[in-house]
């Protein structure tokens, strides 16, 4: 049972002794040094604090600290005694590290407190000894795995449990598809579909470093299935040799909360945009060519890809087998994609849709430009 607030008295801040009739103090080690605040984990008995206080920014993490009430650092500092029902009162305050609870149990011990303490090392470190925690809306193991983006405001429990209900499929695992699988996988989205009928070439790996020298000549399907298991074997994998055509990617694309346009092929992103506009599924498509790169969202409402390139450029002019191509410009693309995937998803932050990004990797520089429907397009504008 807890000590009542009116029992605490000056020095350790409890009024019985080791000669009282209820027995030695039970919480003076906690308050021997009233400017002592700083406790660590194994030091802390939850049962022994009056009121614990979680000061992290963000109400929506995977994990809540055990009988702990959410307070921003700011009303804490500014209206203590609403959390604080006197000087005396025994209290923890956690947060993510130990800095930010630091700090204000420190200021609240300036202020005259004398009973309020900080957990050292924070939330990290009372998990990383095996504490016990709240889960919320995500299991033990999942809260851990995304402990880090769970904590961006824009992302939290409601964002990664979107993940992991996603479904996303990929067409094309070379150097676009790569990066944005491997970001994909570890963050969390729940089913990746992969499509890609070609096998790995020694050619490939400057600019695709997540294949192996001992996967050339095998599936990059296959390569891709092993490497999301070694990762991320909690999400569902489901990959397919198969080359997207005009007449299957309706049926490919099919049930994917986004689609990531990763091929190389001006024919399959036609495809895919018009199968994605006909199913009401955004697209995140990026390409490269030398040392340049763009990316684009292509909304179900428009603009489409007929609507930024109403005449099919030449396969020929653009092929990196013949034109070339620097590795680090297709990954920073692959890895944009992966990230404006994720806020489709998760709705962090504005999409790019509506805008074209333009990467220059030779001057350092990026631009975006605005794009919209074109009133011709047989797409976005079919005729009546």
């Known amino acids: 049972m807890r000590s009542r607030p009116s029992d605490y008295h000056r020095g350790c801040g409890c009024s019985t002794s080791a000669t009282s009739p209820r027995g030695p103090c039970r919480t003076s080690s906690l308050r021997a040094v009233p400017d002592a605040t700083g406790l660590q984990p194994n030091e802390v008995d939850l049962d022994l604090f009056d009121v614990i206080l979680d000061v992290r920014p963000s109400r929506d993490s995977a994990s809540a600290f055990p009988g702990a009430r959410h307070v921003t650092l700011d009303d804490l500092v500014k209206q203590p005694a609403r959390y604080l029902p006197s000087m005396q009162t025994t209290t923890l305050i956690v947060c993510d590290v130990g800095q930010r609870s630091g700090v204000v149990a ?19 470190e009372w998990r990383a000894q095996g504490k016990p925690l709240v889960h919320i809306g995500l299991t033990e193991a999942e809260a851990g795995r995304y402990d880090r983006q769970v904590k961006l405001r824009e992302v939290g429990v409601r964002g ?9 499929t990929v067409v094309g695992a070379g150097g676009l598809g790569l990066p944005a699988i491997a970001y994909l996988a570890a963050a969390g989205a729940g089913h990746l579909r992969v499509l890609d009928p070609d096998i790995i070439e020694l050619s490939n790996l400057h600019r695709q470093p997540l294949l192996p020298l001992a996967d050339v000549g095998s599936s990059k399907v296959a390569a891709v299935a092993r490497y999301v298991a070694s990762v991320n074997p909690d999400i569902t994998f489901t990959g397919l040799e198969v080359e997207l055509n005009a007449g299957n990617a309706e049926s490919l694309l099919d049930g994917s909360d986004v689609v990531v346009d990763a091929t190389d092929r001006f024919a399959a992103r036609y495809a895919i945009s018009d199968a994605s506009h006909a199913l009401g599924i955004p697209v995140v498509t990026g390409a490269v060519y030398r040392w340049e790169g763009q990316l684009t969202i292509l909304e179900p409402n428009g603009p489409c890809y007929r609507c930024l ?9 653009f092929d990196c087998a013949i034109t070339g191509v620097i590795g680090p410009v297709v990954g920073t693309i692959g890895t944009m994609q992966a990230v404006e995937a994720i806020k489709l998803i ?9 805008r074209l990004l333009l ?26």
């Open 106 to 124: 420190a200021r609240l011990a300036d202020d005259g407190y004398r009973s309020v303490h900080s957990l050292i090392g924070g939330i990290d």
């Open 160 to 168: 990664q449990s979107a993940l992991l209900a996603s479904t996303v």
């Open 309 to 317: 390139f109403p005449d099919q450029p030449s396969e020929i002019e």
């Open 346 to 354: 998760t709705g962090a932050g504005s999409s790019i849709a509506g």
């Open 359 to 384: 990467f220059d990797a030779l001057s350092a520089t990026s631009t975006s430009v605005r794009v919209s429907r074109r009133d011709s397009c047989s797409v976005c504008n079919p005729p009546t």
